[in-house]
């Protein structure tokens, strides 16, 4: 029993300390979003441009041709 309460002090101590060095900004947070800019991914995603931009094909096909029109409208 006593060697449990010593295993979970010593992990409440690594994670306190592991806290205090990562807020007062000795050791970078590893779970920072903005690191994502500056990688290969990052720096591609910036680059690509669209190459249809606002050239889209019209997909709807029932906005031509509506299958159920002249159908009997319930009136409830």
Same mark, same amino acid.
């Given at each position: 029993?006593? *060697? #449990?309460? #010593?295993? #979970?002090?010593?992990?409440?101590?690594?994670?306190?300390? &592991?806290?205090?060095?990562?807020?007062?900004? *000795?050791?970078? +947070?590893?779970? +920072? *979003?903005?690191? &994502?800019?500056?990688?290969?991914?990052?720096?591609?995603?910036? /680059?690509? /441009?669209?190459?249809? *931009?606002?050239?889209?094909?019209?997909? +709807?096909?029932?906005?031509?041709? +509506?299958?159920?029109?002249?159908?009997?409208?319930?009136?409830?």
């Amino acid at each position: 029993m006593e *060697k #449990i309460w #010593i295993i #979970i002090v010593l992990i409440l101590l690594l994670v306190g300390g &592991a806290y205090y060095l990562i807020s007062s900004g *000795k050791l970078s +947070n590893p779970l +920072n *979003k903005n690191t &994502a800019t500056s990688s290969l991914g990052g720096q591609i995603y910036n /680059q690509t /441009q669209n190459p249809l *931009k606002d050239k889209i094909p019209e997909t +709807n096909p029932f906005g031509k041709v +509506n299958p159920f029109k002249g159908v009997y409208k319930n009136p409830f």
